[in-house]
């Protein structure tokens, strides 16, 4: 399997004949953690890769031309008593990007009122 900037390496997961894959092998234990909450009914609706527009398309008076949204793509969405809950799996490194440091500001700032993040990291043993 490929490699990625932060040397994470894919993982692929079938379930019922679906192929799901996932960019690191964390992302892919949290996936088998959330289905087995999934199936015990402890969470519902799971969704990978769930998208939120974090800053709408603007005009460029520029380059005359319209600039698109920006969105944030999470991990995933569920709920959990009745809440929504958005998650991402991130390593040590990815935490402290600057990119994703803003997207999850922006991210909070328009949608932190409606729906619980949690960022997901798991500890490394050497």
Do not use: C
Not at 27 to 34: G, M, S, T, V, W
Not at 41 to 68: H, M, N
Not at 91 to 97: F, N, W
């Amino acid at each position: 399997m490929a490699r990625n900037k932060f040397g994470n390496k894919k993982a692929t997961r079938v379930v019922g004949g679906e192929v799901y894959e996932f960019d690191s092998k964390d992302e892919a234990k949290r996936f088998d953690e959330l289905l087995a909450m999934l199936r015990a009914g402890v969470i519902e609706k799971l969704t990978l890769q769930p998208e939120f527009i974090i800053s709408p398309r603007v005009y460029d008076k520029a380059v005359r031309r319209w600039l698109p949204a920006r969105k944030y793509i999470a991990d995933f969405r569920y709920i959990k008593d009745g809440k929504v809950v958005v998650e991402d799996v991130k390593s040590e490194a990815t935490r402290l990007e600057k990119l994703y440091r803003l997207k999850r500001h922006l991210f909070l700032e328009k949608y932190g009122d409606e729906m619980e993040f949690s960022e997901i990291t798991y500890k490394k043993i050497r």
